[in-house]
């Protein structure tokens, strides 16, 4: 049996208790045939198709991607507000998301999934940590660290100064320094929580499970790369400014390692950009589950202007960026059995009655968050 079906029946194992045996798919469509029948819905056997998808969709979702990627920007480049602004409506916005969380219908949908969700940010969060000390040890044991090799000849980056020299519209597009991981984040976070305003059809665990497990795999495929050639930095005297001399033992190395998280990267783990593979995920996850052509078109375009502005400020070769984007899709769509869009949840009739919120559910969601404000604050450190 290959590795996806081998995890597919680890994550089901709950539900194949309740059902008996059988493959994933065919759990799935026994739970789900019971919803519809027990919510007096017809039954057909037509498979689910984007327009069913999109009909379900709700057109609020799309506003708040625009004002996370527009308005935002614009209200940080060029009104300043204080910090204390920031703070209250980040207060306000948590407690409404908590209200929102608490008053939730749907909770007999998203339970199948939890397990699943605990699985994938559990395997997330260990590869992240391993990959930190990685970072260091690719860095620290670069021979030519003192050296400062000159950077490599990027033709992307002679191609977008080139460009920017020659038009100002475009010189304003690569570096305008409007977007970073937070835009990313925020966005994902909202089509995940979206699902308790009915904004797409689809579970919030489900979607977050993909989403945490493409950043495992993807950045272990990111790992093996930097620790296999190293690639001199593109900013030269980078060990120096960055980071104290090696130890001598193996396990003074280890020590260095754990004791910083590193959000902006070393000096050498280039091949192929974490940042990129991140942002990746924003139009990857919209487009999937969000099938709304303004969202996933801006999260499109803020992912190739970040790209390039990180070629420019000499984060990253081009040839990083663009790996980034190839390796992290594909991984993406490898894991399509994780949580495939062809399973969308059953529509719920209005009269029917909320589900009681589960304690140990409500848990995993705080969870979730304060992992998502650590990655947050480790990727501004």
């Not at 209200?99 to 699985?119: G, H, Q």
């Not at 930190?132 to 191609?159: C, F, R």
């Not at 009915?198 to 977050?208: E, I, K, L, N, R």
């Amino acid at each position: 049996m290959q590795l996806p079906a081998l995890v597919a029946v680890w994550f089901d194992e709950a539900m194949r208790k309740r059902v008996g045996d059988g493959n994933g798919q065919q759990e799935y469509d026994m739970e789900q045939t019971h919803l519809l029948k027990k919510n007096g819905a017809t039954l057909s056997a037509r498979p689910v198709t984007g327009a069913d998808v999109a009909a379900r969709c709700r057109w609020q979702l799309g506003c708040v991607v625009g004002v996370i990627l527009l308005l935002l920007p614009l209200v940080q480049q060029h009104l300043g507000p204080p910090e204390v602004v920031w703070k209250a409506a980040l207060a306000t916005s948590l407690a409404f998301l908590t209200y929102k969380i608490l008053t939730f219908k749907r909770w007999a949908d998203e339970y199948p999934y939890v397990s699943r969700f605990l699985v994938c940010i559990a395997a997330m969060v260990v590869e992240l940590l391993c990959e930190n000390v990685m970072v260091w040890i690719v860095s620290a044991t670069d021979i030519h660290k003192y050296d400062d090799p000159p950077a490599l000849q990027d033709n992307g980056e002679i191609l977008f100064n080139y460009l920017a020299g020659r038009n100002g519209i475009l010189a304003w597009f690569i570096n305008c320094k409007w977007w970073n991981i937070m835009h990313f984040l925020g966005c994902v976070l909202c089509l995940a929580f979206s699902v308790a305003w009915d904004q797409h059809p689809y579970s919030g665990f489900g979607v977050m499970s993909r989403f945490c497990l493409t950043i495992c795999f993807s950045r272990i495929l990111r790992t093996v790369s930097f620790m296999s050639t190293v690639l001199p930095s593109p900013r030269p005297g980078c060990y120096r400014r960055r980071f104290p001399p090696p130890p001598d033992t193996v396990w003074g190395m280890i020590k260095v390692g754990i004791k910083q998280l590193r959000g902006f990267g070393g000096c050498n783990d280039l091949v192929f950009s974490g940042h990129g593979a991140f942002w990746t995920l924003g139009p990857l996850t919209f487009q999937t589950y969000y099938p709304n052509r303004l969202s996933t078109s801006l999260l499109w375009i803020a992912l190739i202007q970040t790209s390039i502005r990180d070629v420019i400020d000499k984060q990253h070769y081009s040839v990083d960026m663009f790996l980034a984007v190839v390796a992290t899709w594909a991984v993406w769509d490898w894991l399509e059995w994780v949580y495939p869009p062809s399973q969308p949840l059953p529509p719920r009739p209005k009269e029917q009655p909320g589900d009681k919120p589960n304690p140990y559910v409500l848990a995993v969601v705080a969870f979730g968050l304060l992992t998502a404000a650590v990655a947050v604050f480790v990727a501004k450190s």
